[in-house]
C-alpha cells in the first residue's frame, strides 16, 4: 500500500494543485527522483550533491540486511533482550517510531539527564547491548553515553566488546576507535543527512536488534519510490508543494496530528525533519507536536491518518520516503537549501567553550519563588511566577509569533510519580499530570492565540533547534533547567553529565539571546516542588 495524499479544504487544494503545476513545468519531478543537486540554487548545489542518497535507500539498504542479520543473531544467542540506543537528532527519533509502531522496546538515550542515563544503566545490564549510533563520530551526547557504557560494562566484568554495535559515517572518528576496541561497526550512506537517515543503517540496526521487521519497511519505501518521479499521483509532490504553498501564504504553523493507526509517534520525527530542514534565512516551517489546533489563521494541519487540512495515510516505511521527499519539495518552494543546517553549531560551540571556562557562568536570579529561580533580563521587578508567565506570553508577537518550552530535565520523571495502589487510570493520569514539566505548555496554550511548542533538551537542539534560531524572528522562548540530584561521571572527561546538560542550556540560551529573541530561564532548585510550582502558577495566570 503506497502513501495517499487528501487535501480536506478547498483553498489549500488549490494552492497546491498550483504549486504543483509550477513544480512540474520545471521537471521538479524528473529532476529530484534523478538527484539533481541543482534544484535549490547554486549556493546549496555542493551541499546538495552529497545528500541525495536518501533517494534510493529502499534499494540500496537491502545490502546492510545479510550484515544486520548477523547481529541479531548473535544477540539472540546471547540472550541481549535490553536494546539501547544512544544517538541524537536522526540517529534516534527514526528507531523510536520504528519501534513503537512494531510494539517492540527499544531505550533511546537522547539526553544528558543523570537520572534518566542512570535508570538505563541499571536496567538488565547483563542483558543489555548498546547501540552507539553518531553521523559524525562526534556528538557530544552520544560520546558520554558509550564512555558510560564502556565503563559500566567493565565494572561488571563484562567485555565492551560483547555488547556494543556502532553506526557511524565511514572514515569518522568514531569508526577508527570502534575498529580499535573491537566493536562490530556498520557503515552508513555518507550522503544521507542524519535527518534524512531513516531507512539507512542508522535507522535499521536498532530497530531490527530489537525486534522491527526492517525488510518490510523498506518494501513498503520502495512500493510507493516510483510514484515520486511521476507528474500526477505523485504524493510526496502534493504533499511538498502544499507545505511550501501554504508557507508562503502564511500558513507556516504545521500542526501534526497523529490518528488512531498502526503508526506510532511519527509526528516527532516530522517535527525535526521539517523544522530543521526549512527554519534558516528567517523562513521556515514550524511543526507543532502534541497540540490541539487552533483557529490561528497562520496553521496548517497535517493529519497523519486522521483528519486535518491534509490527511497522510499509508505505511510507516513510505511515509518515510514521502515527508522526506515533500520537505526537499518544499525547501524549492520556499527557496531555501532543505539539507544544511547553518545554526545548529552555534549552541554546541557554546556549550564547548561554557565547559572549556570551568565554572559555569549561571549568573544570579531575577526572581524566586518558592524551589524555582528565575532568570530573564527585565524581570527584577515581577512579583512572582505567575507574573513572569504572564509577560512572557504578552511578548508573543501577533503577527506569527509562538511559544517555545523547552525543558532539560527527566522527560520520563513524570511516570516515576507516586500513585496509590490500585488507583484508578484517571487518578494515575491526574498525578502523571501533576509531576510533568510538559503539562505546562497546555496550561500556558490555553491563555494565548499563539501557538505552544514543547522540546526536551537537549533533544531539541537537533530538531526544532534550527528553526528557534534560523527561522523567522518572532518566537519567545522559556528554559527549564533543575538541579541534579545524583549525577554521573563521563569517563576521561573533565564534567558530569549534570555539567554538561546545564552547559547545553545556558549555550542555548546564548545563542538566542545573542539575537534577541527574548528568553527566561526557570531553575528548579527541588525537581519534584518545582514542577508542581510552575503548573500552579500557571494555573493563576
Wanted: charged letters at 20%; glycine letters at 10%.
Amino acid at each position: 500500500m503506497a502513501v495517499s495524499v487528501t487535501f480536506n479544504e478547498d483553498r489549500l487544494a488549490e494552492q497546491a494543485a498550483e504549486a504543483v503545476r509550477s513544480l512540474v513545468a520545471d521537471g521538479v519531478h524528473e529532476r529530484l527522483s534523478a538527484g539533481d543537486a541543482t534544484l535549490w540554487g547554486e549556493e546549496a548545489r555542493a551541499e546538495a550533491a552529497v545528500r541525495l542518497g536518501w533517494l534510493t535507500l529502499p534499494l540500496t539498504s537491502r545490502e546492510l540486511l545479510p550484515e544486520i542479520g548477523i547481529l541479531v543473531e548473535r544477540a539472540r544467542a546471547q540472550g541481549l533482550d535490553h536494546v539501547v540506543l544512544a544517538g541524537m537528532g536522526g540517529s534516534s527519533l527514526a528507531p523510536e517510531v520504528i519501534c513503537a509502531s512494531a510494539d517492540v522496546p527499544l531505550t533511546v538515550l537522547d539526553t544528558t539527564d543523570p537520572a534518566q542515563v542512570g535508570r538505563a544503566l541499571a536496567d538488565r545490564l547483563e542483558r543489555t547491548v548498546v547501540v552507539v549510533a553518531s553521523k559524525s563520530g562526534g556528538t557530544v551526547e552520544t560520546d558520554s553515553h558509550r564512555r558510560i557504557y564502556e565503563q559500566a560494562f567493565r565494572d561488571a566484568g563484562i567485555d565492551p566488546a560483547e555488547r556494543i554495535v556502532v553506526v557511524t559515517d565511514p572514515g569518522s572518528p568514531l569508526e577508527q576507535s570502534a575498529i580499535e576496541a573491537g566493536y562490530p561497526v556498520i557503515l552508513a550512506d555518507p550522503n544521507v543527512g542524519g535527518r534524512y537517515s531513516a531507512l539507512s543503517a542508522f535507522g535499521l540496526v536498532p530497530s531490527a536488534l530489537a525486534g522491527a521487521d526492517v525488510l518490510k519497511l523498506l518494501d513498503d519505501a520502495a512500493a510507493v519510490q516510483p510514484l515520486l518521479a511521476q507528474a500526477e499521483g505523485n504524493p510526496g509532490l502534493e504533499l511538498g508543494a502544499a507545505l511550501g504553498a501554504a508557507a508562503l501564504a502564511g500558513r507556516d504553523k504545521l500542526v501534526l496530528e497523529d490518528g488512531l493507526s498502526e503508526i506510532n509517534g511519527l509526528p516527532d520525527w516530522i517535527e525535526q525533519l521539517v523544522a530543521e530542514s526549512t527554519g534558516k534565512s528567517g523562513k521556515g516551517i514550524l511543526p507543532i507536536v502534541g497540540a490541539d489546533p487552533t483557529d490561528a489563521d497562520d496553521e496548517l494541519v497535517a493529519g497523519i491518518d486522521s483528519d486535518g487540512s491534509v490527511t497522510v495515510a499509508g505505511p510507516l516505511g513510505a511515509q518515510f520516503l514521502v515527508w522526506e521527499y515533500a520537505t526537499a519539495v518544499a525547501g524549492r518552494v520556499l527557496g531555501i537549501d532543505p539539507f544544511d543546517q547553518p545554526n545548529v553549531t552555534e549552541s554546541k560551540e557554546n556549550t564547548n567553550r561554557l565547559l572549556a571556562a570551568g565554572e559555569l557562568p549561571a549568573g544570579a536570579p531575577a526572581l524566586v519563588d518558592g524551589p524555582v529561580e528565575v532568570y530573564g533580563e527585565g524581570l527584577e521587578d515581577a512579583k512572582d511566577l505567575s507574573e513572569v508567565f504572564t509577560r512572557l506570553l504578552r511578548d508573543i508577537p501577533d503577527d506569527g509569533g509562538y511559544l517555545a518550552i523547552m525543558a532539560y530535565l527527566d522527560r520520563e520523571a513524570a511516570f516515576d510519580a507516586p500513585v496509590a495502589e490500585g488507583a484508578s487510570f484517571e487518578a494515575m493520569t491526574d498525578a502523571w499530570s501533576a509531576a510533568d514539566p510538559a503539562t505546562l505548555r497546555g496550561l500556558l496554550a490555553v491563555r494565548t492565540d499563539r501557538p505552544v511548542t514543547f522540546g526536551w533538551g537537549p533533544r531539541f537542539l537537533h530538531s526544532t533547534g534550527q528553526y528557534h534560531k534560523g527561522g523567522p524572528q518572532n518566537g519567545v522562548f522559556l528554559q527549564i533547567t533543575g538541579a541534579v540530584e545524583a549525577d554521573l561521571d563521563v569517563p576521561g572527561k573533565p564534567y558530569t553529565l549534570g555539567r554538561l546538560q546545564l552547559a547545553q542550556a545556558l549555550g542555548d540560551q546564548g545563542a538566542l539571546t545573542g539575537r534577541a529573541r527574548p528568553t527566561v530561564r526557570l531553575h528548579l532548585t527541588d525537581r519534584a516542588a518545582g514542577v508542581a510550582r510552575l503548573l500552579a502558577a500557571a494555573r493563576e495566570v
